[in-house]
């Protein structure tokens, strides 16, 4: 039953650039791309139990690395392929000595590291375009339709293999770390390790949906892939959906993306009211939507 | 003998100013089980937090078959083949019994994505060893206290380690649950792995052990076959202590019209498992009321929903007046106090600061006179008042929650399975104390317990809860000779 239901959507969305208008593929585009962002999120909180508030760090390294190098000319598959390893690498500097820290501290850490970037990318203006942002060249593709399939594709291959790490062995050990590093290491289970892990894994997945989202925009600014307020968003998303289940982060991702894109015309009331749905949701389904249907689904 | 499989020498861990852990030293070949006995609080959780690499040791070394691995990150110690059933479950939530016990399988890989089928066919076999069979999918939550330590021990079994320390095995479980568990234990010897194991049952360790050792503030006090120890002068006094004596009053209590508490087809369901089956029960002023049952027959349900905890149908009656739909601090204030079974401490306040916190409500003269009382009680507790309650050893925990219940000045104590995880001669003074508690002041006493010979010398009265009913009622002389089969 949930395949076929699974398959009919999937056939639907991937139908879209056949009969909606260029308008409503762009927003969904991004949204994709947003729901590769908030997914990223839930492995590293869901399941390692650890608070990323910087989600941006990761996006917006991914996204100014392959905006810059193309800017200097190297070919848009380097670029991204850069900027994911970008995210990477500058995930795990963050993370090596964050993750020793206990509590709040390691999710402390990732804010500041977001408002350092944040402060790197204004000083050296004259390299990335300060406040104004970065022009980027290249396109993956000039198609609406391409750009959209592009964007599913990316979101449900990101999907299918972050969901299966977390239903796999390794998921396993992951989320024991998460819930208690003491009893994960009386197993046997090295918690640094596989906490390293998670979060490479999340950075990888990170960067590269920034690096592609900087290429679909047109532009690398503060203001859509590093202010706290984008990151504050994929959480909500994350946790709007449902957390510790993957594919909710998506489905909250997209949920936030359209719900923001069609109050638009409320202008400021805009990002109130969507908050305050967010909120609503969570109040009343603190397991989020997808965590309220499965448990539901469990009593049934 | 052959040659020692773990081997401990001058092992010492300093907390601060206190020596958890003095200049320890002993050694198990394989094959062999050791029991560490000693007083709440002597450093028996701590040595082997120590070797377990979980505490960091400030000095001396631990050998496993020979090789220092004192300094080994705990994963590594683990993988050397050591594992360690920890004093208080520790359950992963969100997963099921199976994976719980599959977890304990598994290799310390990242890239371990599909775990072979042979690691479920083994969990499976391991939990119907233990005993978990039946509840191989269910949720570590819904489970009973000792099937959770089941779970505990599945997991040790699945590592399979060389050597296993086991702490408080025993606590809280029944005679009969004490006895499969001592089997499993047994079984860890046939298997030739040296066993390091600790429990306040100094029967069931007697039973079971090649050798004990006593620890007594951090420090080894006596060491030897088990009968030898136990007949030790100052393992008696420090330790074992005396027998608990039967308090039977001159006179019982007078019965007022209108009982204090009273307790009327009172029905609790789970879900839909059913925890209380139209349970009747009643309470009177300056009575002491024991409710026998053995783990899961519901005494924490009765409390709770007495508490006003969790939800029920029926009537709980507190001085002629229902308790239903009153919050737990209105219950409270009402003069009930609760101490439960799960301790429910602030972990990261001082001692001090949970006793100052039960005792909020007291008049300021009054509070210090019931604080000194209680830091006499447990002198313990004065010693450590100013460490936080998260890192207070087990038994101490189990002091402290006491305390702080009769800091409140209730007019009903509950007191649910108080006995948990104390040492023999802190029972025989929490024996004391509670009869002097009832000959000094007016309060009015519910008693949770499956440990009979602590529940029976206080009581005026005994109810025996089993299977959510309660099956027998009457004076706590008639108790043995009519429900005493499976509890004595
Ligand atoms: N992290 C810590 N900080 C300060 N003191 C500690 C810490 N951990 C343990 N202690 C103290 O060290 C002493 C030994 O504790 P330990 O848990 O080893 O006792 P135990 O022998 O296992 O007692 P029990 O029988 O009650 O379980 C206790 O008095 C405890 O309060
Ligand atoms: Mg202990």
């Avoid at chain 1, 999120?41 to 990761?58: K, S, Y």
């Avoid at chain 2, 509070?367 to 309650?389: G, N, T, V």
Wanted: proline fraction near 4%; aromatic fraction near 8%.
């Amino acid at each position: 039953m949930r395949i076929v239901f699974a398959l009919v959507v999937l056939l639907v969305m991937a139908s879209l650039p056949f009969w909606v208008s260029a308008y409503i593929l762009a927003v969904l585009t991004v949204a994709y791309y947003f729901g590769v962002f908030a997914m990223a999120w839930d492995l590293l909180f869901g399941f390692a139990g650890e608070v990323n508030f910087g989600p941006t760090f990761l996006i917006g390294l991914g996204a100014y690395t392959a905006g810059l190098l193309d800017n200097h000319g190297v070919p848009v598959w380097l670029d991204v392929i850069a900027g994911a390893l970008a995210a990477v690498i500058g995930g795990l500097v963050l993370a090596l000595p964050a993750l020793r820290l206990r509590g709040p501290y390691f999710g402390l850490i990732t804010l500041v590291a977001v408002l350092v970037l944040q402060q790197v990318i204004v000083i050296f203006a004259g390299v990335t375009g300060g406040e104004i942002g970065l022009t980027i060249n290249d396109v993956l593709s000039v198609d609406p339709g391409h750009n959209y399939w592009l964007a599913l594709v990316f979101l449900m291959v990101s999907g299918v293999i972050l969901y299966s790490l977390s239903r796999s062995a390794a998921g396993l050990i992951l989320q024991a770390c998460g819930q208690d590093a003491i009893e994960a290491q009386a197993l046997g289970f090295n918690v640094a390790k596989h906490k390293l892990a998670a979060f490479a894994v999340s950075a990888l997945f990170s960067g590269l949906a920034g690096a592609m989202l900087v290429f679909y925009l047109g532009t690398a600014s503060v203001d859509t892939v590093v202010d706290i307020s984008v990151g504050v968003q994929i959480i909500i998303a994350a946790v709007l959906g449902g957390r510790r289940t993957i594919v909710g982060a998506a489905i909250g991702a997209v949920f936030l993306i359209v719900a923001g894109e069609i109050l638009r015309p409320l202008g400021q009331l805009n990002t109130f009211v969507v908050s305050a749905i967010a909120l609503a949701v969570i109040l009343f389904f603190p397991d989020g939507l997808v965590g309220y249907l499965l448990r539901r689904g469990e009593r049934a | 003998m052959t040659t020692p499989l773990l081997e401990v020498a001058g092992l010492t861990k300093r907390f601060g100013g206190l020596v958890a852990v003095k200049n320890l030293g002993f050694a198990i070949a394989a094959g062999e089980i050791l029991g560490l006995i000693g007083p709440n609080g002597s450093g028996k959780s701590t040595a082997m937090k120590l070797i377990m690499g979980i505490e960091r040791a400030n000095a001396g070394s631990v050998r496993l078959a020979g090789r220092e691995i004192v300094s080994w990150p705990t994963h590594r110690i683990a993988r050397a083949g050591i594992g360690l059933v920890f004093q208080h479950s520790r359950p992963l939530h969100r997963q099921t019994v199976l994976e719980n016990i599959k977890l304990a399988l598994l290799p310390d890989s990242l890239f371990h994505l599909a775990a072979e089928t042979s690691v479920d066919a083994r969990a499976r076999a391991i939990g119907e060893r233990v005993g978990l069979g039946a509840v191989l999918d269910r949720h570590p939550t819904t489970l009973p206290f000792a099937d959770l330590r089941r779970m505990e021990l599945a997991k040790a079994i699945a590592r399979d380690p060389e050597v296993v320390l086991v702490d408080e095995p025993f606590a809280g479980l029944t005679m009969a649950e004490v006895e499969s568990f001592s089997a499993l234990i047994r079984s860890f010897r046939e298997e030739g792995k040296a066993v390091l194991l600790v429990d306040h049952n100094v029967k069931g360790v007697a039973a079971l052990v090649d050798r004990v050792l006593v620890l007594y503030l951090g420090e080894r006090i006596a060491e030897g076959k088990a009968e030898a120890v136990m007949r030790d002068e100052t393992v008696r006094r420090v330790y074992l202590g005396g027998a608990i004596e039967t308090h039977a009053r001159a006179i019982a209590p007078e019965k007022s019209g209108v009982a204090l508490l009273k307790v009327e087809d009172l029905t609790v369901f789970y879900g839909k498992a059913q925890a209380l089956a139209r349970v009747a029960l009643e309470v009177h002023e300056r009575e002491f009321v024991s409710v026998v049952g053995l783990n899961g027959a519901g005494k924490s349900t009765l409390f709770n929903a007495i508490s006003g905890l969790v939800p029920y149908s029926g009537g709980i009656n507190w001085q002629g007046t229902a308790l239903a739909g009153k919050t737990p601090a209105a219950i409270a204030r009402g003069g009930i106090a609760q101490c439960p079974e799960t301790r429910e401490l602030f972990g990261d306040m001082s001692v001090q600061e949970n006793l100052d916190l039960g005792g909020q409500r007291q008049p300021p003269a009054e509070r210090a006179d019931r604080l000194a009382w209680l830091y006499d009680l447990f002198p313990i507790l004065k010693s450590r008042s100013k460490q936080l309650a998260r890192t207070l050893s087990g038994g101490e925990q189990q002091m402290l929650a006491i305390a702080r219940a009769l800091m409140m000045n209730p007019r009903l104590l509950i007191l649910d399975e108080p006995t948990l995880g104390l040492a023999p001669v802190i029972l025989e003074q929490l024996s004391k104390a509670l009869e002097r508690l009832r000959e000094t002041t007016p309060i009015t006493v519910l008693l949770g317990e499956q440990n009979v010979t602590f529940a029976l010398p206080h009581a005026d009265r005994v109810y025996v809860l089993e299977h959510a009913r309660i099956i027998w009622q009457g004076p706590p002389d008639r108790f043995a000779a009519e429900a005493g089969a499976g509890y004595l």
